[in-house]
């Protein structure tokens, strides 16, 4: 997306918060303002001066900050809630959020002070493309089973930004594993598609926060062991009942980890 000048940005920015009356929110990915949207990017020397094609922020967040923006911060560091966690998405900026910030930091070399900042939001611009996946996965790898999202157990909507998060914790998963390739198998299905490949009833897959992985270079079962420090709240390997050639994480409410010949 090309920047505007420094000028033209702030004045309008300054009418958009004037508009929705103080509030001042870049607009959500996907949303009909979000091409337009006067965003403004953090720079390496601490200025906000470029936008974003994705999702922009305008400013430094730190524990007690809340809203939208907080919320889409926390999609990108979702894999980073420490081990066994999972943290939720829910635009408040708590000890939890803050924690998660830290680890994202520590994890690209950042000052790891748990405040999101320029440095830190560089760091998401870089890895986030513009429709805000990250780097190395895509929608269609979350979703094998039809183009629009439907037939789940939640709405077409809600599966799909399940699968989000779900690949932001993978993105996690890949860097914290070498940066070596995560090959995904299957995302999201629909109770059909569950139905024809014998999933559970109760499967996370129909709800957008499953994915079904590949050996890869790394082995089923450094990515079952991995995945307990990326917010991944079910983790079934080798040993459990028909996952002998995958290794399956999800998040979720509850935790459910399960690979027997991994020693979890």
């Not at 089973?145 to 077409?156: E, I, L, M, P």
Request: with cysteine.
């Amino acid at each position: 997306m090309r920047s505007r000048p420094t000028g033209f940005l702030l004045a309008a920015f300054a009418g958009a918060v004037l508009a929705l009356g103080g509030t001042s929110a870049s607009a959500a990915p996907g949303s009909a303002d979000a091409a337009t949207a006067p965003a403004v990017k953090a720079s390496a020397s601490g200025d906000f001066g470029t936008a974003d094609a994705c999702y922009t922020w305008s400013g430094t967040l730190r524990e007690g900050s809340s809203g939208e923006a907080v919320r889409q911060l926390q999609i990108r560091v979702s894999g980073y809630p420490g081990t066994g966690n999972q943290l939720a998405i829910d635009g408040a900026y708590g000890p939890a959020t803050k924690a998660a910030v830290q680890r994202f930091q520590a994890a690209y070399g950042l000052g790891a002070d748990g405040i999101a900042g320029p440095q830190t939001f560089n760091k998401i611009y870089q890895l986030q493309k513009n429709d805000c996946t990250p780097a190395n996965f895509t929608y269609a790898e979350l979703n094998r089973c039809n183009s629009d999202w439907s037939g789940g157990k939640v709405s077409a909507a809600t599966a799909r930004a399940n699968a989000l998060v779900t690949m932001w914790k993978l993105q996690a998963l890949r860097h914290a594993l070498g940066d070596r390739p995560v090959t995904v198998n299957g995302g999201f299905r629909s109770v059909s598609c569950n139905s024809a490949v014998g999933g559970a009833a109760n499967s996370r897959h129909m709800y957008g926060h499953a994915a079904d992985l590949g050996a890869g270079s790394q082995g089923f079962c450094a990515l079952a062991k991995a995945a307990r420090n990326h917010g991944f709240t079910e983790i079934l390997g080798p040993g459990y009942p028909g996952h002998n050639d995958h290794t399956h994480v999800a998040g979720g409410s509850g935790r459910f980890w399960s690979a027997p010949s991994c020693g979890i």
